[in-house]
Nanobody, 128 residues
Framework: QVQLVESGGGLVQAGDSLVLSCAASGGTFSVYAMGWFRQAPGKEREFVAAISWNSGSTNYAGSVKDRFTISRDNAKKTVYLQMNSLKPEDTGVYYC?????????????????????WGQGTQVTVSS
């Protein structure tokens, strides 16, 4: 019922910035918590960031805290991930996720299984 489409990935140099966007359709966007995961070559898909339905709560992986910022625009049904000071280890496919808000802490978004909807991903490559 919910479709997520990521965009904004690309090839950048270490230290550069990049902004990813995720456009949602279907459902009622304003009642969904939104998140980002990423998967580097040969590694497990890992949590990056999440934001509550009203932007009141956010959560970040320790590896990206203070460098990445998640935000959302409910009127545009879009969630963003602003990535600053990119490092080669940030390389991977970035996936947008969504979960209908049911009263849980935003921390539940850290679990892959707790995210109901997934986009197809967008590639981010950071060169040294």
């Amino acid at each position: 019922q919910v479709q997520l489409v990521e965009s904004g990935g690309g090839l950048v140099q270490a230290g550069d910035s990049l902004v990813l966007s995720c456009a949602a359709s279907g459902g009622t966007f304003s009642v969904y918590a939104m998140g980002w995961f990423r998967q580097a070559p040969g590694k497990e898909r890992e949590f990056v960031a999440a934001i509550s339905w009203n932007s009141g709560s956010t959560n970040y992986a320790g590896s990206v805290k203070d460098r990445f910022t998640i935000s959302r625009d409910n009127a545009k049904k879009t969630v963003y991930l602003q990535m600053n000071s990119l490092k080669p280890e940030d390389t991977g496919v970035y996936y947008c996720t969504a979960r209908r808000t049911t009263g849980q802490s935003i921390s539940v978004m850290m679990s892959r299984a707790m995210n109901e909807y997934w986009g197809q991903g967008t590639q981010v490559t950071v060169s040294s």
